[in-house]
């Protein structure tokens, strides 16, 4: 099944943002799943302030992972994530359809993901900085 998570990481630290993103790209991977795109939103302001491991939040650092999984793997890896405490907020949802992502394309900050690891597509806004650093 296809399913969107959208994580809200504290902001601050780009590379616990990678390591939390890479931490659940390898677990969906390990477990069968395909991951088919993952996005880099930067930091933002939340909508109302979070508390969230004694601390509160106003603004957070969001991502975007879609991906193919098993319902049990996709529970695994948002429990996974949603207890690492750099984590403010993480939600997970199944993509209507289910089987196939339309209009894939036209996500801006879309990542690849080859053998050298999460790249940057040439263009994209954030190519060679962002969350992934360079090739």
């Given at each position: ?129 962002g969350i992934f650093g360079g090739r």
């Open positions: 099944m296809l399913y969107e998570m959208i994580a809200v990481v504290r902001p601050g630290n780009i590379a616990e943002v990678k390591e939390i993103a890479h931490k659940a790209g390898s677990l969906l991977l390990q477990n069968g799943g395909v991951i088919r795109s993952l996005t880099n939103w930067g930091p933002f302001l939340l909508t109302k302030p979070v508390r969230k491991h004694q601390q509160k939040h106003d603004s957070g650092h969001h991502f975007i992972m879609r991906f193919d999984a098993s319902p049990e793997v996709q529970a695994k890896v948002r429990k996974t994530i949603a207890i690492d405490p750099r984590m403010i907020r993480c939600g997970v949802v199944k993509m209507v359809g289910g089987d196939r992502l339309v209009g894939e394309q036209g996500i801006k900050g879309m990542s690849e993901i080859g053998a050298e690891g999460l790249i940057w597509r040439k263009g994209d806004k954030g190519a060679g900085s």
